[in-house]
């Protein structure tokens, strides 16, 4: 493409969340159980920490927890990727925003209230957010950084170069944007405003599986970080 997405654009699907085997119905998850569950869950996803609790109680290995950990960096990265219209972003590449996530998810800021039983059956407990601001660090730089690059040229001369001239604007712009990146990290901040997300663990009665509820896990995740 020739065009940079807008920026401000949602986050795409959450990552994958596990499931509590429930070994008999309901009566066998506790409050105390279902608070282990979410804190783990998103400690995994956001922090790379696993919880001996929450391994326990999911039934996992730490092997296992770092694979899912890894996987998610990985669907963020590619986001990114998304996210700024990187093209042709080769392996080497995007292991440097791999990484630069996983230095970012650092920066998570996150409470877990204790669960509270819910009279309709499962549970509910609050996660406060605090956001990390990369959208305050990255909108103005990516900016400018587009219009040095491509908006130099007209639209007509940018229809008129060659495969190979765009080619060499579209490396510039996807090394341009990781570098920003990178440079930016050591001031990005977490936001002073916090977002309530009320989130549910249920019982899925067919599979006989405890979880968290689908889209109350994407908003967590979109909360996270303020694209």
């Known amino acids: 493409m020739k065009k940079m997405k807008a920026l401000g654009a949602a986050l795409l699907?959450?990552?994958?969340?596990f499931s509590l085997a429930a070994c008999g119905g309901s009566g066998?998850?506790?409050?105390?159980?279902a608070?282990?569950?979410?804190?783990g869950l998103l400690d995994r996803t956001f922090l790379g920490q696993f919880n001996e609790d929450y391994m326990d109680l999911v039934g996992t290995s730490k092997e296992t927890m770092e694979e899912y950990y890894r996987d998610g960096l990985?669907?963020?990265?590619?986001?990114?990727i998304y996210y700024y219209d990187l093209v042709d972003v080769d392996d080497d590449l995007k292991q440097e925003i791999v990484d630069f996530y996983e230095q970012l998810y650092k920066s998570s800021k996150y409470e877990v209230a204790p669960a509270a039983k819910l009279s309709?059956?499962?549970?509910?407990?609050?996660?406060?957010v605090y956001s990390i601001d990369l959208a305050g660090a990255m909108d103005d730089p990516t900016e400018e950084l587009y219009n040095s690059i491509f908006?130099?040229?007209?639209?007509?001369?940018?229809?008129a170069m060659s495969d190979e001239d765009y080619a060499q604007l579209e490396v510039q712009w996807r090394e341009g944007?990781?570098?920003?990146?990178?440079?930016?990290?050591?001031?990005?901040?977490?936001?002073e405003t916090a977002t309530y997300i009320t989130v549910q663990v249920k019982l899925d009665e067919e599979d006989d599986m405890w979880s968290l509820v689908d889209t109350d896990f994407d908003a967590v995740d979109s909360a996270i970080i303020a694209y």
Request: with cysteine.
């Open 13 to 17: 699907a959450a990552l994958l969340c």
């Open 28 to 33: 066998d998850l506790t409050a105390t159980e």
């Open 35 to 39: 608070t282990t569950y979410v804190q």
């Open 74 to 80: 990985v669907t963020e990265a590619e986001r990114f």
């Open 120 to 128: 309709t059956g499962g549970f509910a407990c609050e996660v406060t």
């Open 151 to 159: 908006g130099q040229y007209t639209n007509e001369e940018i229809q």
């Open 177 to 191: 944007v990781v570098d920003l990146a990178y440079d930016a990290l050591p001031n990005i901040t977490n936001s």
